[in-house]
């Protein structure tokens, strides 16, 4: 099915639209977040103003808005620069006096010519003893009457963007909505009381009082429960497909497990032994492995992985670890090696950075087997790259990965088992809106002998101190992160930042006649160079490392211990946690020094203390929760997974928990949408633009 016909106007550019041009248009898509009719439609008004009381003027009270019909008397023009023009009104009660600063006369007395009658509508002030209104908001005509005596809504707006530019291109765009068929189940839509689709985007727009601003009001919960129900709809259906595809049973011969498990500096604790085994367990099943393995920063994944990975291997079939960044794969390589080598597994790393014979090379390992361990970055999706026989995909750091991506994936292999490892904990309304019905191993117990860190809230005013201090430290080896303030506005400022930081430090703590011992790295450094610098930071050769958030995952240097943050305020408490997790890996006594601008905020202020307060990142992200309604925890900007338009997981909880009942429902009795009820969830996947999410339900 390709893109039902009625959606096709929702689907223009918001510049066919009356009001908005290329320049102004530019402005709005920044502002709704899309360039598309349909997403203005799902901006939604914040506000009403009441323009529906309408007294005489003696019984207008001061400060109300009010829309009015009077005489128009007379005009009074200003008698110099600075004084209101004015025009003297009536009705059969009183007079009120209309005020225009910096007035055009000519549009005034266009608007009002003298003994008419006219419709005004504005906020009535009292001006010494006498009932005025500066600049109506609007002037009309009698028969204009019903056009202004509304109730108009107030929309977020942006520089550039006036109210008045929103509601026109909607009034043009609600023409656009065509009636389209229910997905909704119809006993939960009468019970809730619900409007039909159509309805409920106009009347979203038409709010009348304070209860349609409700989120909870029938209008809002039914337009949130819709991308709710897309939501975990498509989640299922992937999920259905991947299940659908038989796996295949991988049972553990153990040989070459034990042999990593013997090179391991380390024992394995009981967590890790525990999620090895459910992971184990489901490998062992024919039906596919979809598993989400959660585990805070440090709490050592990267072995369960690895073990995991090796059944795989002793049962003839490849196995692919996949990063988010070029660093991690790199740092994931370099963990791993020694472990692999001891198994004699046969590994490659294949990146971005791989080219021309190299990785001609690479591929063919990959493609004839040769290679039995892939590290690598999303490279891996890629379509040159096939595999001989992908038995496990295990993607880390899986908040950086979209649902897209993970389709592309399970296109690479037959049946391919699915382990997603994720260092932010989740919490479980979110789990579900991005992982669906996923199982979920807990890595809860970090690996013992790891020393608390001791985070400390420095102000910004008490920096020279702290640099001493750092510089003590230096002298007995500690190596230092240093990172920079986050600008979210653009790369290029936060690249500024970084470079002005790093000439300072240099400034403070090289010696002279030597060679600087600090480092730099960003986003827009070259693939080798980054490297060379953590590779050089690694091996002690520098002290400090200048850096942006590049280093906020799994970056892994025992020897680090100090951790600085400048401007913590800026920073959200989950990627507090993670920059903090870099430190505190050795046997060492590690420090994280938080860096903040005065005064503090209340909520910059709780989160700082909270990060002092605890390592647990469970509790942590409990705490960001609260603290930021549903947030970014899940860093669905970077994955490139839409943020919800109108649900709001603070407020819509029960919601997404009926739309995963219902969608289990859904894939029991209607898996392939075929039924007219499945039909119009196609519809409905369209409309969210999710409709990917069927499209290789046969194919699969
Ligand atoms: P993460 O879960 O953040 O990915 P890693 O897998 O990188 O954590 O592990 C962090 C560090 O802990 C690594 O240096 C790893 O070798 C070490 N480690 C893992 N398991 C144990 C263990 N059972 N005992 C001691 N150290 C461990
Ligand atoms: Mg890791």
Redesign the pocket.
């Known amino acids: 099915m390709s893109r039902p016909f009625e959606l096709d106007p929702l689907f223009r550019s918001i510049t066919t639209l009356s009001g908005v041009g290329s320049r102004n248009g530019k402005l709005l898509e920044h502002l709704i977040n899309g360039p598309k009719v349909l997403d203005l439609l799902w901006h939604k008004p914040v506000d009403f103003i009441d323009r529906r009381f309408s007294p005489k003027i003696s019984e207008a009270p001061d400060g109300r808005i009010v829309t009015m019909q009077v005489t128009v008397d007379k005009h009074i023009p200003n008698a110099r620069k600075g004084l209101p023009y004015r025009v003297q009104c009536s009705d059969n009660t009183g007079t009120i006096t209309l005020a225009f600063f910096h007035a055009n006369k000519g549009w005034i007395e266009k608007q009002l010519p003298t003994k008419t009658d006219v419709i005004i509508s504005g906020r009535i002030e009292y001006y010494q003893g006498k009932p005025q209104m500066v600049h109506p908001d609007a002037i009309g005509t009698l028969e204009e009457r019903t056009t202004i005596e509304t109730v108009e809504p107030i929309y977020p707006l942006t520089q550039g963007i006036t109210n008045r530019t929103v509601r026109k291109a909607l009034q043009n765009g609600l023409g656009f909505i065509n009636k389209l068929p229910e997905w909704i189940e119809p006993t939960y839509k009468t019970r809730n009381k619900w409007p039909d689709w159509d309805k409920a985007v106009k009347m979203l727009h038409n709010p009348s009082d304070e209860q349609a601003l409700d989120p909870n009001h029938p209008v809002r919960a039914r337009l949130a429960y819709d991308e709710l129900l897309s939501n975990q709809l498509t989640l299922a259906l992937v999920r259905h497909q991947q299940r659908k595809i038989n796996g295949r049973a991988f049972n553990t011969h153990g040989e070459l497990r034990e042999k990593i498990i013997n090179a ?6 009981d967590a ?1 032994k525990h999620a090895l085994s459910e992971i184990d367990n489901d490998m062992s099943k024919d039906s596919r492995m979809l598993r989400l393995l959660q ?11 690895c073990l995991a990975m090796t059944s795989v291997i002793e049962n003839g079939a490849q196995a692919a670890i996949m990063a988010p960044t070029e660093i991690l794969a790199r ?1 994931h390589a370099k ?1 791993l090696k020694p472990w692999l080598e001891a198994a004699g597994i046969r590994f490659v790393i294949l990146t971005g950075r791989e080219k021309g014979k190299t990785r001609e090379l690479l591929l063919q390992q990959i493609r004839n087997g040769t290679a039995q361990f892939i590290i690598g970055t999303h490279a891996i999706f890629q379509k040159s790259v096939k595999f001989n026989d992908l038995g496990i995909a295990v993607i ?1 750091e899986q908040h950086r990965f979209g649902v897209q991506q993970r389709l592309q994936l399970s296109s690479k292999g037959h049946g391919t088992d699915v382990l997603v ?1 994720t ?1 932010t904990p989740i919490p479980r309304t979110l789990t579900l809106t991005a992982y669906g019905d996923m199982e979920v191993s807990k ?1 809860d117990k970090k ?4 020393k608390p860190i001791d985070t400390r809230l420095i102000p910004s005013s008490k920096i020279e101190n702290m640099i001493e201090g750092l510089k003590r430290q230096i002298t007995k080896n500690a190596r230092i992160y240093w990172v920079c303030p986050l600008v979210e506005e653009s790369e290029k400022l936060n690249l500024s930042s970084v470079e002005e930081r790093y000439d300072i430090l240099k400034h403070f703590f090289d010696k002279k006649d030597e060679k600087s011992r600090i480092g730099i790295i960003h986003g827009r450094m070259k693939p080798l160079e980054k490297d060379e610098v953590m590779e050089k930071f690694s091996n002690g050769d520098l002290d400090i490392l200048v850096a942006t958030t590049v280093i906020e995952v ?1 970056v ?1 240097i ?1 020897e680090a211990t100090i951790m600085v943050i400048e401007h913590a305020e800026h920073f959200g408490l989950s990627q507090l946690h993670q920059l903090r ?1 870099r430190v505190g ?1 050795g046997a060492d006594k590690s420090y994280c020094f938080l860096l903040y601008a005065t005064p503090l905020g209340e909520t910059a202020k709780a989160r700082l203390s909270i990060i002092r307060e605890t390592e647990d990142g469970f509790l942590i992200a409990e705490k960001d929760l609260s603290l930021r309604g549903s947030g970014d925890i899940l860093g669905v900007r970077q994955s490139g997974m839409a943020e919800f338009k109108l649900a709001d997981l603070s407020a819509h909880s029960d919601l997404l928990t009926a739309a995963y009942d219902d969608t289990k429902l859904i894939i029991k009795r209607d898996p392939e949408l075929k039924t007219s009820r499945g039909q119009a969830l196609k519809t409905l996947l369209y409309l969210f633009e999710r409709d990917q999410a069927f499209q290789n339900l046969r194919s699969g």
């Not at 391991?264 to 604790?269: A, E, I, R, S």
């Not at 585990?295 to 992985?305: F, L, Q, Y």
């Open positions: 391991l500096p380390f024992k394995l604790t890790q585990g805070d920063v440090g709490s050592g994944k990267t072995v369960v992985a740092q963990s880390d490892m260092a890595i690996p013992p002998g790891l799994g892994n025992p997790g890996r």
